[in-house]
């Protein structure tokens, strides 16, 4: 990819992008976008919008990595113009900060009235036959003609077989012209607004999956922040699977330029210091506490300058407005809110153009700290006395344990590996036991639920989503899918490691209190280590 500077003021001088003199009517081989800036990037100092215009097309080389096949990336002052092989250039444009819109081009000419008209007839004239079009024109530089004429004498070319509607066109018609070239297209395409990602620092974004936080970081992106994430696990391997899988796509469709990685610090531990040390009615509140210190200490490591989050004043019983003030004073960071006044459906609505929300809708909440009347009007003197019995090594311990993740640089196979697979029974989890019936009854795990396989995984949406499954099979690998499959459903299920001989070695176990602790995983840590 090339990319020539721009001149310090005006248009930099033109590389030919269509060969020869003439109407020529088609960009030539391959595809050709025409980049429109955000307009907050267009009102920046000269020295400023240097400094966006490189840290933007570095992100563009980075959006564009992918395609096979030469593309040049050109610099202008005012526009930035892509050159690929194919139409596949145009798939990651919309997903990249600092431009407003783009448009493939469909026809290029020289800036000349005649050449203009004979161009646009050309490649509009069948298009627009018994519809209702306009001709939209703008100009820049020093031309014989206007931008009325433009519209005014294409529209008439193209009138004999259409209708003029510039209220409610059925096909628009566009028209630039700058110094060196027209350029005609149907579509502007909506890009991702905002300020080349990276240009205004570091932040960290605690994520739980859900729709909130991610669209929270998102939008703090949107910004020019390059985003670190932070995942307080209170939910298991299962979990942490989905909170993977959504922070990879939310990395891989809107990080270019960056390389956002993801900090899991496993908070079973820290969970059980709570429950023993705190008042139930100051659970939530004394719970975020914890995560924003975990939040402050790996944003320390790693550089970066603010907190986000995803809470919304009112949504929930932590996030009411004096609760915020006392959960507030534990971090030594801004903490940024981006959604403090936006509602739920506001919310989802945004997930769904982000493209993250069928994977944050099956994201469950984990309601283990639910206490039944939480404190709604904390103060940070009675949250700071409520945690004086708290030892808050544990929760030190946890975040050097913490285990980071390369989010662009993760597979799919690396986000399955780990999660599927349990070693232990966890406490209250319900065992299904796969094999055939004759099987099961020569032994069995006490209190276990046979299950055919093949029904069970045409039925198990019927099971209570809010339970923990642990599944066996003869070898623990046919189980494995099946658990795949419910992960990917929101369920919190495993294949037991070893299948029924993996069991078997737990049962000398079933009445020591360690046999049934936390789930571990098949590398025999505990939960996410």
């Known amino acids: 990819m090339t ?4 001149q310090e003021n005006g248009e930099a001088s033109g590389r030919a992008t269509a060969s020869g003199g003439g109407a020529q009517c088609t960009p030539g081989v391959g595809c050709v976008a025409m980049l429109r800036l955000a307009g907050e990037v267009t ?32 610099r202008r002052w005012s526009r930035l113009f892509v050159r690929g092989p194919d139409r596949s250039i145009l798939e990651p444009l919309g997903r990249v900060f600092g431009l407003s819109t783009y448009s493939e081009i469909e026809g290029l000419c020289p800036p000349q009235l005649d050449a203009i008209v004979e161009c646009g007839e050309q490649l509009f004239g069948e298009r627009v ?5 306009a001709v939209k024109a703008r100009r820049s530089g020093e031309h014989d003609f206007d931008s009325y004429d433009v519209q005014r004498d294409l529209g008439a070319a193209l009138n004999p077989g259409a209708e003029v509607d510039l209220d409610h066109p059925e096909v628009t018609v566009h028209v630039e012209v700058r110094e060196d070239r027209a350029y005609l297209y149907s579509e502007k395409v909506e890009s991702g607004r905002g300020l080349p990602l990276g240009v205004q620092g570091r932040a960290l974004a605690l994520i739980s999956g859900g729709f909130d936080s991610v669209v929270a970081a998102w939008m703090t992106m949107r910004r020019g922040v390059d985003v670190d994430y932070l995942f307080c696990n209170l939910g298991g391997g299962a979990y942490r699977r989905m909170v993977l899988e959504v922070a990879k796509e939310l990395a891989d469709r809107w990080s270019y330029g960056t390389r956002p990685d993801l900090h899991v610090v496993d908070f079973a531990d820290v969970q059980d210091e709570l429950r023993r040390s705190v008042d139930e009615s100051y659970w939530q509140v004394i719970l975020k506490r914890l995560m924003y210190r975990a939040g402050s200490a790996v944003a320390d490591e790693v550089g970066a300058e603010a907190l986000v989050t995803g809470e919304s004043i009112g949504q929930v019983s932590s996030q009411t407005l004096r ?61 700071l006395e409520a945690e004086a019995d708290l030892d808050l090594e544990v929760l030190s311990g946890a ?69 923990t499954y642990v599944l066996v099979c003869a ?15 929101g369920y919190e299920a495993y294949s037991l490691q070893g299948g029924v001989r993996g069991l078997k070695e737990l049962e000398p176990m079933m009445d020591d209190e360690a046999g049934a602790g936390r789930p571990r995983s098949a590398n025999g840590g505990d939960g996410d280590d």
């Open 3 to 6: 990319a020539p500077d721009p």
């Open 43 to 74: 009102t920046k100092s000269n020295r400023t919008r240097r400094r966006f215009h490189r840290r933007l097309v570095e992100n563009l080389r980075d959006a564009l990595s992918d395609v096979e096949g030469e593309v040049e990336i050109e």
């Open 399 to 467: 975040v050097a344990e913490r285990a980071t993740f390369d989010l662009r640089g993760l597979t799919e196979s690396e986000i399955a590996s780990g999660h599927l697979f349990i070693d232990r029974i966890p406490e209250g989890a319900s065992v299904l036991d796969t094999r055939p019936e004759g099987e099961y009854d020569e032994w069995h795990w006490p209190g276990s639920d046979r299950r055919d396989f093949r029904r069970l995984r045409e039925e198990f949406d019927e099971l209570d989503p809010e339970r």
């Open 323 to 383: 609760n915020l003030r006392a959960i507030d004073g534990v971090a030594d960071l801004p903490v940024l809110r981006p959604l403090v006044g936006f509602d739920k459906e506001e919310i989802i609505d945004r997930a769904r153009r982000i493209g993250t929300f069928e994977l944050s809708a099956r994201v469950r909440e984990y309601c283990a700290m639910v206490p039944g009347r939480p404190v709604t009007a904390a103060s940070p003197e009675r949250a």
């Open 129 to 133: 036959k018994g519809r209702r079009f």
């Open 475 to 489: 070898e623990g690998l046919k189980t494995a899918h099946l658990a795949e499959e419910m992960q990917e459903a």
